[in-house]
């Protein structure tokens, strides 16, 4: 089975692809016409391909990223692009999603430590990265200090993504 919708992403069109055991596509044209792909694949490297025309089977391998590299390239072109990464990569999984949870001014986690929430210990949904404004903060550890504004990516399922938001968000 082939999973393959049109979206709109910074005001282009883009064609997603599930690729099942493999990861998702993403293809879509430059400004000047170059067609290009890129496969986010499920070992969280990324392979960069371009093309001519519309078939994407044609397409001329240029460079692959690792995950590191990728989360670099990421930050370079626009930090948030990684928690669309996430809940690209969990439509793969059944049960399984991602999320974003603001941490809000006068929230109870406000300059503490993630480690603190207990968020995965009470939720079982795992916090992978932190974008602060234009930065990324890939995998934090339980010493991360949590500040007002940080958009949390959460993995998980929708119970534990909604839980997650309930401790982070709760009232004080």
Do not use: C, W
């Amino acid at each position: 089975m082939r999973f393959a919708r049109d979206v709109m992403i910074g005001g282009m069109d883009v064609n997603e692809v599930l690729l099942p055991g493999v990861g998702m596509r993403y293809e879509f044209a430059t400004r000047d016409g170059d067609r290009m792909s890129v496969v986010a694949l499920r070992s969280g490297e990324f392979e960069l391909m371009a093309y001519e025309g519309v078939d994407a089977d044609e397409a001329r391998f240029v460079f692959r990223l690792t995950r590191e590299e990728a989360d670099i390239l990421a930050e370079i072109l626009g930090a948030p692009r990684i928690a669309e990464r996430f809940a690209d990569l969990t439509k793969e999984v059944p049960g399984l999603s991602a999320g974003q949870i603001e941490v809000r001014a006068g929230g109870p986690f406000v300059d503490r430590l993630l480690g603190e929430t207990r968020a995965r210990t009470r939720t079982g949904a795992s916090i992978v990265a932190i974008v602060r404004g234009e930065e990324v903060i890939p995998s934090p550890g339980p010493t991360q200090v949590l500040r007002a504004g940080d958009v949390l990516v959460v993995i998980g399922t929708h119970d534990g993504i909604a839980q997650v938001e309930q401790i982070i968000q709760a009232d004080q």
